[in-house]
């Protein structure tokens, strides 16, 4: 049995498929067919694409209701159980934010630039009928940035499954779906970043199965007068999130995961109380460099 890595481009990160296996060219026929799931899911929904199904939705705001197919709608009834589970915070309409924030140039939106977008902001505002979907404002956007790269994740990694893969993983930018552990046992051990050091590992992390995911404010930022603004964006205020300065979850499914983490971030204050209440293992780094972990309940 041999480990063999399969390093890829797809959703604007660096990504990699590791299978243990005794044939390389059956290995690679394997490897290939989960990277084309993952590559399928970014054509699908990507909003850079003018053909894609959220493009599509979104040159509709305003207008006529699009027919949505049985992936789409699903993946619409996860956003809305994430948007219930984080009181509104977690809300796929919030895409719009980007017109304001680009994190390119150093630039704090004004208060009213922020608020004309936010009012054009609201999961509860579309309406759904079966399977139609229509954003009753013009203007307004869908984005599964928020959870479509884990989502993709577990996609590539029920592909493996089918297929027969025991022991590997997939890491999609960070974003990771263990199959199983290696040949001998042992487990994959992950390193989470310290956020402030990027060549700094801050806890080593031994998985055999499950996903891990980690959210913070060091992946997209700018700094404006000595004030850090990351790319997670409260979808009430328009204001970057700024108490965390990282959250990571371990969970069955990295979609799960990458939901808690994202969730966390966006609850601030709050977000200890929420990590516990799921019993899901986290390990998060506030504003002043100190550790909070749970282990699993």
């Given at each position: 049995?041999?480990?063999?890595?399969?390093?890829?481009?797809?959703?604007?990160?660096?990504?990699?498929v590791?299978?243990?296996?005794?044939?390389?060219?059956?290995?690679?026929?394997?490897?290939?067919?989960?990277i084309?799931?993952?590559?399928?899911?970014?054509?699908?929904?990507?909003?850079?694409?003018?053909?894609?199904?959220?493009?599509?939705?979104?040159?509709?705001?305003?207008?006529?209701?699009?027919?949505?197919?049985?992936?789409?709608?699903?993946?619409?009834?996860?956003?809305?159980?994430?948007?219930?589970?984080?009181d509104?915070?977690?809300?796929?309409?919030?895409?719009?934010?980007?017109?304001?924030?680009?994190?390119?140039?150093?630039?704090v939106?004004?208060?009213d630039?922020?608020?004309?977008?936010?009012?054009?902001?609201?999961?509860?505002?579309?309406?759904?009928?079966?399977?139609?979907?229509?954003?009753?404002?013009?203007?307004?956007?869908?984005d599964?940035?928020?959870?479509?790269?884990?989502y993709?994740?577990?996609?590539?990694?029920?592909?493996?499954?089918?297929?027969?893969?025991?022991h590997?993983?997939?890491?999609?930018?960070?974003?990771?779906?263990?199959?199983?552990?290696?040949?001998?046992?042992?487990a994959?051990?992950?390193?989470?970043?310290?956020?402030?050091?990027?060549?700094?590992?801050?806890?080593?992390?031994?998985?055999?199965?499950?996903?891990?995911a980690?959210?913070?404010?060091?992946?997209?930022?700018?700094?404006?007068?000595?004030?850090r603004?990351?790319?997670?964006?409260n979808?009430?205020?328009?204001?970057?999130?700024s108490?965390?300065?990282?959250?990571?979850?371990?969970?069955?499914?990295?979609?799960?995961?990458?939901?808690?983490?994202?969730?966390?971030?966006?609850?601030?204050?709050?977000?200890?109380?929420?990590?516990?209440?799921?019993?899901?293992r986290?390990?998060?780094?506030d504003?002043?460099g100190?550790?909070?972990t749970?282990?699993?309940?």
């Open positions: 049995m041999q480990i063999y890595r399969i390093p890829f481009k797809a959703m604007a990160s660096s990504c990699e590791v299978i243990v296996d005794t044939d390389e060219q059956l290995m690679f026929a394997k490897a290939q067919e989960a084309a799931e993952v590559r399928r899911i970014e054509v699908k929904y990507s909003r850079y694409r003018p053909d894609s199904i959220v493009s599509r939705i979104n040159s509709q705001a305003g207008g006529d209701a699009v027919a949505c197919d049985e992936e789409t709608v699903a993946l619409f009834d996860y956003a809305q159980a994430l948007h219930q589970a984080s509104g915070l977690f809300d796929i309409t919030a895409g719009i934010l980007r017109q304001a924030w680009d994190f390119k140039s150093q630039r939106p004004a208060a630039e922020l608020q004309a977008l936010c009012q054009r902001i609201g999961w509860a505002k579309v309406e759904r009928a079966g399977d139609k979907l229509r954003l009753p404002l013009a203007g307004m956007e869908i599964f940035g928020g959870f479509g790269k884990e993709a994740a577990d996609r590539a990694a029920a592909i493996l499954e089918a297929a027969g893969v025991t590997g993983y997939v890491n999609l930018g960070g974003d990771i779906r263990v199959l199983g552990p290696k040949p001998d046992g042992q994959w051990v992950m390193g989470i970043q310290d956020p402030r050091q990027q060549d700094k590992i801050v806890a080593s992390i031994p998985l055999t199965t499950g996903a891990l980690t959210s913070g404010d060091y992946e997209r930022y700018i700094e404006v007068g000595g004030q603004y990351c790319h997670i964006l979808p009430h205020t328009g204001m970057p999130v108490y965390w300065r990282s959250i990571s979850v371990l969970a069955p499914l990295a979609a799960l995961a990458g939901s808690c983490t994202t969730i966390g971030m966006l609850k601030e204050a709050d977000a200890l109380a929420y990590l516990q209440k799921t019993g899901l986290f390990l998060a780094i504003q002043q100190k550790v909070h749970q282990a699993a309940a």
